[in-house]
């Protein structure tokens, strides 16, 4: 089994910046990767980022957060990082990082096989 547990989320303004943790503990050893992920009310799960704990620590971004968000990742803490900067209202959202265990599609909620409870962004105009 493996927990997830996410921070960093809040009400910022439009163009700050929020950095996102997600703190891993479990069987971590044999992950993947790691991705963030983004549910807006009414609407879908959306891929977010994600870092592959293999291929030298490969990064991938939805078009849409591509130059503006970063995605990282401490081994040693188990623990990976998103970090918003330039954020925009429509950033707003509850914000959840995933783990998964195979070498399904990265960019798709079904490829994960653990999920964190999420915490909410709120980007005000």
């Known amino acids: 089994q493996v927990q997830l547990v996410e921070s960093g989320g809040g009400l910022v303004q439009a163009g700050g910046s929020l950095r996102l943790s997600c703190a891993a503990s479990?069987?971590?050893?044999?992950?993947?990767?790691m991705g963030w992920f983004r549910q807006a009310p009414g609407k879908e799960r959306e891929f977010v980022a994600y870092?592959?704990?293999?291929?030298?620590?490969?990064?991938y971004y939805a078009d849409s957060v591509k130059g503006r968000f970063t995605i990282s990742s401490d081994n040693a803490k188990n623990t990976v990082y998103l970090q918003m900067n330039s954020l925009k209202p429509e950033d707003t959202a509850v914000y959840y990082c995933?783990?998964?265990?195979?070498?399904?599609?990265?960019?798709?909620?079904?490829?994960?096989?653990?999920w964190g409870q999420g915490t909410q962004v709120t980007v005000s105009s």
């Open positions: 995933a783990t998964r265990y195979w070498s399904g599609s990265a960019n798709l909620p079904s490829g994960y096989d653990y």
């Open positions: 479990g069987r971590t050893f044999s992950s993947y990767g």
């Open positions: 870092i592959s704990s293999r291929s030298g620590g490969s990064t």
